[in-house]
């Protein structure tokens, strides 16, 4: 309650979100400002969040037919996002836990307290890290330079994620942490994927 910066991340996402409207993009309804804990009114989303439906218990069939269309909804929510829509907007926060799931499946990306406005004529915004780690492109993390490229590369993370059936971080009991990437291969003639 008295935290300022909850207060900016919540009127960013209720100017961001009114401004953007897209199937792949969840739905504000309404807002309430009056109380001492401001409320977001969106869609009821029935299948919860992906890394529920990947990684949980809820017991969803996320076949691979089912599985390439959430990579294809959310990457059509983030092309909306960074071309289509008539501001230009890099989430900066994306993750499984931020995409909700429909009742038919159907992925919206959700969660934009993080959202900043991008202007295409330049070739980069400084400003301060945002996000969470693990999904963070590293020339972001390192130098703050923000692009539409950090939402493509948690957008990676993400398939990654759906395609392996794997979260993205683990803690071991020695306290390091993996990370999916880490796991990955690419080379000249084929990319593959060590469990």
């Not at 590293?138 to 794997?166: C, N, Q, S, W």
């Amino acid at each position: 309650e008295s935290s300022n910066q909850g207060k900016v991340q919540f009127a960013t996402e209720i100017e961001t979100i009114s401004r953007v409207q897209h199937r792949n993009l969840v739905k504000l309804y309404g807002c309430c400002l009056e109380s001492k804990t401001p409320l977001l009114v969106y869609e009821c989303l029935e299948n919860g969040s992906l890394d529920h439906a990947l990684f949980g218990k809820g017991g969803l069939n996320l076949d691979w037919p089912r599985r390439f269309e959430i990579c294809l909804g959310i990457a059509r929510g983030i092309a909306y996002l960074h071309e289509e829509s008539s501001v230009r907007i890099v989430h900066r926060d994306i993750k499984a836990s931020n995409v909700l799931l429909d009742a038919d499946l159907n992925p919206k990306i959700s969660d934009f307290g993080l959202a900043k406005l991008y202007d295409d004529k330049k070739t980069h915004v400084s400003t301060k890290v945002a996000g969470t780690f693990g999904y963070l492109a590293p020339e972001y993390a390192m130098r703050g330079h923000m692009t539409e490229k950090i939402d493509v590369f948690a957008f990676g993370v993400v398939a990654l994620e759906i395609v392996a059936g794997e979260s993205n971080h683990h803690t071991t009991l020695e306290e390091e942490t993996t990370y999916i990437f880490e796991k990955v291969k690419i080379n000249k003639s084929h990319s593959t994927f060590e469990s």
